[in-house]
């Protein structure tokens, strides 16, 4: 019985898996952003990798994004002044 629930949420994912459907020019239009925002913080060292899946329950989406640094950016903001 256990594999029969097991089975069907599979078949559910799956369902909800393929009815997502993400233009190129969405994702290169992120990579594009993404890009920008983090190499204020780092130093790329590799394209930066998106990966867009939605929950089984097809209510929301799960982004990961991926990328190497070879090294952080230094800088201070106003958190970093000593207080009295």
Do not use: H, W
Request: proline share 1%; glycine share 6%.
């Amino acid at each position: 019985m256990r594999s029969d629930r097991d089975i069907s949420s599979r078949m559910r994912e799956m369902l909800v898996q393929d009815k997502i459907f993400i233009r190129e020019g969405f994702l290169t239009a992120m990579k594009s952003d993404l890009g920008k925002l983090l190499d204020g913080y780092f130093e790329l060292a590799s394209p930066i990798g998106v990966a867009i899946d939605r929950e089984c329950d097809g209510a929301a989406y799960t982004v990961r994004v991926t990328f190497a640094a070879s090294n952080l950016r230094s800088f201070d903001t106003t958190l970093d002044i000593k207080r009295f």
